[in-house]
């Protein structure tokens, strides 16, 4: 056996690269290839760059050590340098965007497996690729196999082209288009007829033939549309000795025998099903092909005719239903020779049924009891559960025929019972059935094509509806369940189109009744403010005691910038705001020597919202250094309230004026002219700053006695209902008066829970925001060191909530820091994961009561420092952090009081002048004081 691998070049790309990695594993298993020594085997296969690559990491790790790397290792190096981030990509892309198209569904698997193992982060987990695959499944099949409920891609991929095979032979898919391969030869060119992919008569089985009379030939394999019209790379090409065969996705010459009779040597059935009444011999089966090659194995097994097939055949389905039907009636009834009666119930859940526009279903009575029933036309028998027919208590009768019943998951059940003559009511009329008892998942009885060719039943999937003909009178319909019938979506650009055309547009308004709608004149106190709350500002804002005022650096000088281009109804929007600020007296005309572009920013409701893209002004804007409150710090002013009220004020910024000599210098350009504000705009760098210091300065008599302010976002906090109503009418009294207004809509009041920056605050403490959660628990896993950067900052804010923060999140850490190499393994994975999950789970901190009763327990190890701040055995936060590089040389003893001195440090502000006990498992520091 030839035992060499294919080389590598390194210009092959990342389809090359993975076929490579496929032969040398293929080669390492055939010649018992130890771990050890892989690297060194598989690097004596390089050339050219490649060779040039791994010569220059040699160099830089040393031969011994480079050739101990690790297999897994290895790959993942040489992936890095030859499966570029633009090629991966693209792959990704293709890997989402993939669609199954017709009934192709070879082609289908084939490039979703491809694509799957190029991109490993796209299918981790397995239900990420099982996802990937039902998403771009035909909608023919796509439901009954997601109903099958499978938990492995292979399970789901067999079934999918089983399902395939029969929607093709039932015409609801196109049959299959003969392609051609390419092939490359250097002696014949191939022809068309060389190569084409042919459909053998059982399509039921599944089993492609490719024919090809070309021999020893190099196929090109796995080429993407981008890996073929490269051309500075070279032609990415996987060639192989022999082509690969569809039937046993192998590589080899000659006849395929996979799916190939052992008895009479044809296609598309097993030795135990054959009727050939004698073996053939192979020179046999020669001289046949040669003598009609276009014959294929066409036909029925059961009659030997060629119009259908066994399934479908007449005689089959006859003896079948006439066995069932009788049962033991007729004592003297045949056993149809020993052969087996086969059924098919592709059943769905009940929640799939509903919303699937081909599946009617709905609650009948059968024998006084209601019971929920699928009208199946994909399953050739009537059956019920198992659970039904207990409760019904009807004595079953045995089959003379074993009855294999096969499910939508692939897998087969054997029935031996039928129960005769129940009486199923529809519609106010009685009817006969006779049902299988098997084991059925959400449905209590599944009505198949017996009984529903029996009584010449019409489907009619759209209305829900079964007709069902009576003589000499009107036709009985019987109405399905309509209850979760989907209701179909298109897109905007396609309903223009239609209203174009003239087509029948109804404007409704969808709200939800069963929420009422908030009224000013229904809140206490709140009712008394009318003033404070208006639908829009009013106008110009007074003069206040802070305005907004730019200073420049030193030798600035004006800065104007062109304006952007806008989409229409960007323009359309354009005009109308600047209609709406022109009118309120916010902006005015001008002829200033600075100019900024506007854009749009989306708001949470979908309106838009006009910035002004300051940046060049920004840049040489002296920087307002006033401070922002800290979050921590506002929460610390709420122990003990249980009383909440939050205003957000309407358009903030725009109720401070700016400095008259600072009026020019936010001036913007637009399409409908130059303007400039007289208000303060969005995008300003010192805005929330200068805003924040409004706040402070209008709300100082009661900050931190009952209110928290954060820039435009005020609360309002109380331990009793009696104070809050105090409280509130104190507030909203100074905002009257300082003619600053609110938004309504966005304000709530006596609440005994809020939502405020981020978090939820209730009587028993402070936890995470569930919204704010859900971007973390899906966030995916990041590819480069900015993303964990932005995974970490989010999950930061929330650290205080999480124990042992920096150790769990070290294996992300350390790939953020110069000179280490990106590499996502099982470790970071793991460490993401779990920050995840802590996160998503995190518990109620409770706010401090008083300056009593603290405890600090501390720990350090080589991995981080840690400690915890409790309260009369209530969790008030949580701190830690990594080992700073000189740190990790400390003793133990060490380690431990640098963990005592950072708890100390890290909540001075509650411990400062206070007796508090701290905990450490070293003891020897209980000495430190004496």
């Known amino acids: 056996m030839d035992c060499r691998p294919s080389t590598f070049s390194g210009t092959e790309g990342a389809v090359g690269l993975l076929h490579w990695f496929e032969k040398l594993e293929s080669v390492f298993e055939m010649c018992e290839c130890p771990e050890a020594r892989r690297v060194r085997y598989a690097t004596g ?130 049959k299959r288009i003969s392609t051609t391969a390419t092939v490359t030869t250097s002696a014949t060119p191939a022809t068309p007829s060389d190569n084409k992919r042919k459909w053998d008569g059982d399509s039921s089985k599944g089993s492609a033939i490719v024919q090809s009379q070309v021999q020893q030939q190099k196929i090109d394999h796995y080429q993407s ?106 004592n003297n009834g045949g056993n149809n020779n020993g052969n087996e009666a086969r059924g098919r119930a592709f059943v769905l859940g009940q929640g799939e049924a509903r919303n699937d526009p081909n599946v009617v279903m709905g609650k009948f009575l059968l024998d006084d009891f209601y019971v929920t029933v699928l009208f199946d036309s994909g399953a050739d028998t009537s059956y019920m559960s198992l659970k039904v027919s207990q409760m019904l208590k009807r004595a079953p009768t045995p089959l003379n025929t074993k009855h294999v019943v096969e499910l939508a998951n692939g897998k087969s059940l054997e029935a031996t019972h039928i129960v005769q003559d129940y009486n199923l009511i529809l519609a106010g009329q009685t009817f006969s059935i006779d049902l299988i008892p098997i084991v059925l998942g959400s449905f209590d009885i599944v009505i198949g094509m017996d009984w529903l060719s029996q009584h010449h039943a019409e489907i009619l999937c759209k209305e829900k509806i079964i007709r069902i003909p009576r003589s000499g009178k009107e ?52 009712r008394d403010f009318p003033q404070v709350f208006p639908e829009d500002l009013p106008g110009l804002p007074p003069h206040r005691q802070v305005e ?228 973390i628990r899906n966030w995916p896993a990041p590819r480069t060191p900015t993303e964990i950067r932005q995974f970490l900052g989010l999950a930061g804010y929330y650290r205080r909530f999480i124990k042992d923060f920096s150790k769990i999140a070290q294996p992300l850490t350390l790939l953020t820091q110069k000179g280490v190499t990106y590499r996502w393994g099982n470790t970071q994975e793991t460490a993401f994961q779990h920050l995840k999950d802590r996160l998503c789970s995190a518990p109620i901190l409770s706010l401090p009561e008083g300056t009593d009763d603290f405890v600090v327990y501390c720990d350090a190890s080589i991995q981080g420092l840690g400690c915890v701040l409790m309260q009369r055995d209530k969790v008030i936060a949580y701190a830690s952090r990594q080992l ?30 206070t007796k508090c006990t701290i905990y450490t498992d070293h003891r020897s520091l209980e000495h430190i004081f004496k």
């Open 45 to 174: 296969t390089l050339e050219g760059i490649a060779l040039t690559w791994w010569n220059a990491q040699v160099q830089l790790l040393g031969l011994a050590a480079a050739n101990a790397t690790p297999w897994n290792d290895f790959k993942e190096l040489i992936k890095r340098e030859y499966c570029t981030r633009d090629d991966i990509h693209k792959l990704e892309v293709e890997l989402y965007h993939l669609k199954m198209t017709g009934s192709e569904i070879e082609a289908y698997t084939k490039r979703s497996n491809e694509l799957a193992i190029l991109c490993p982060t796209m299918v981790d987990p397995p239900v990420k690729r099982i996802e990937l695959f039902l998403k771009g499944l035909a909608p023919e099949i796509q439901s009954h196999v997601t109903s099958a409920n499978l938990n492995n891609i292979q399970d789901i991929q067999r079934l999918a082209h089983h399902l395939t095979d029969q929607a093709v032979e039932q015409n609801r898919l196109p």
């Open 225 to 330: 549309p981008s890996q073929q019209s490269s051309g500075s790379r070279g032609q990415r090409v996987y060639r192989e000795n022999h082509p690969r065969r569809n039937n046993c996705n192998r590589h080899h010459s000659g006849q395929c025998n996979k799916g190939r009779c052992q008895r009479c040597l044809k296609m598309g059935h097993e030795a135990k099903d054959c009727r050939s009444p004698r073996p053939v011999t192979q020179n046999q089966q020669q001289q046949q092909a040669q003598q009609n090659p276009q014959q294929g194995n066409k036909g029925c097994f059961h009659c030997g005719a060629e119009c259908h097939f066994k399934r479908h055949c007449p005689q089959l389905n006859r003896n079948h239903n006439n066995n069932n039907n009788q049962g033991n009636r007729n």
């Open 475 to 526: 036709p009985l319909e019987v109405q399905g369940d309509k209850s979760g019938a989907v209701v179909g979506i298109i897109s905007f650009l396609k309903a223009q189109k239609c209203l174009r055309k003239g087509h029948t547009a109804i404007l409704a308004l969808v709200t939800d009744a069963s929420a009422k709608e908030k009224r000013l004149k229904d809140i206490p106190v709140v």
């Open 548 to 775: 907004f005022q730019i200073e420049l650096a030193p030798g600035a000088a004006p800065i104007a910038r062109a304006p952007y281009r806008l989409a229409p109804t960007e323009l359309e929007e354009l005009s109308k705001q600047l209609q709406e600020l022109l009118d309120k007296g916010f902006i005015r005309p001008s002829s200033s020597p600075w100019g900024a572009p506007v854009l749009f920013v989306k708001k949470k409701d979908g309106t838009f919202r006009m910035c002004i893209d300051y940046r060049e002004l920004n840049k040489v804007t002296v920087k307002n250094r006033y401070p922002l409150p800290r979050i921590d710090d506002l929460f610390d002013q709420l122990q003990g309230s249980s009383y909440y009220s939050k205003i957000d004020l309407r358009s903030g910024y725009h109720q401070l004026r700016v400095r008259d000599e600072d009026v020019s210098k936010i001036a913007f350009r637009t399409r409908y002219g130059h303007y400039e504000f007289l208000v303060m705009p969005f995008g300003l760098t010192n805005a929330p700053a200068v805003f924040m210091d409004l706040m402070n300065r209008v709300c100082k008599p009661y900050l931190d006695k009952f209110v928290i302010v954060f820039i435009d976002n005020i609360l309002i906090y109380s331990k009793s209902q009696e104070e809050h109503e105090q409280h509130l009418r104190l507030i909203l009294e100074l905002l009257r008066s300082e003619q600053l207004y609110a938004k309504f809509s966005k304000c709530d009041f006596w609440l005994r829970e809020v939502h405020f920056l981020g978090h939820v605050v209730n009587k028993d403490g402070i936890h995470v925001d569930p919204s704010k959660v859900d971007s």
């Open 884 to 913: 700073k590089v000189h740190e990790r040389n400390y003793t133990t003893h060490n380690l431990e009081l640098g963990a005592v001195v950072f708890a100390l440090k890290m909540w001075r502000h509650y411990l400062y002048g």
